[in-house]
């Protein structure tokens, strides 16, 4: 039996990285979750095992992000400092930052703390504790606007 939790943060950063393929190689979105189904998610790469992952919510972060990536990529363009725009971020982080904003807008079954906390875990995968703090105050300031 899976642990749902445990199911739900693989879900989370298995969709970072898809939509982190999706970003460097153009990867259509129907080919991309077939990949991660049948090779992936649940697998064994390298000796490496990866979680079994919520599929259903994997699949909902990836589409929902490449169906609504316009407004995201908007919503969070208008959180970045003066002078700053979503081009100067690298791509790990614009999909860690897209995944979490879409959970925050489309996904209010979520707890707000939940989304937060998730994704500063997936940002602790790729990153120091600077680009955490940054990832905790973008989410954050997002949740405010998007869920008051």
């Known amino acids: 039996m ?20 999706h970003d460097m190689e153009g990867t259509a979105i ?7 189904h049948q090779h992936r998610l649940g697998a064994t790469i390298d000796g490496d095992e990866f979680e079994d992952a919520d599929v259903p919510l994997f699949d909902d972060l990836v589409g929902g992000v490449a169906a609504r990536r316009e407004e995201i990529d908007a ?18 982080m614009k999909s860690i930052l897209r995944a979490g904003a879409y959970e925050l807008i489309a996904r209010p079954d979520v ?3 939940t989304v937060i906390s998730e994704y500063l875990d997936v940002a602790d995968a790729f990153y120091d504790k600077r680009e955490k703090g940054f990832v905790n105050g973008l989410l954050d300031a997002l949740a405010k606007e998007t869920r008051g």
Do not use: C, M, N
């Open 2 to 21: 899976i642990r749902r939790p445990k199911a739900r943060a693989a879900a989370r950063l298995a969709a970072v990285q898809a939509l982190y393929q």
């Open 30 to 36: 129907p080919a991309l979750l077939h990949e991660f």
């Open 75 to 92: 919503r969070i363009a208008a959180k970045l400092a003066a002078g700053w725009s979503l081009d100067r971020l690298d791509k790990p």
């Open 111 to 113: 707890p707000t703390k």
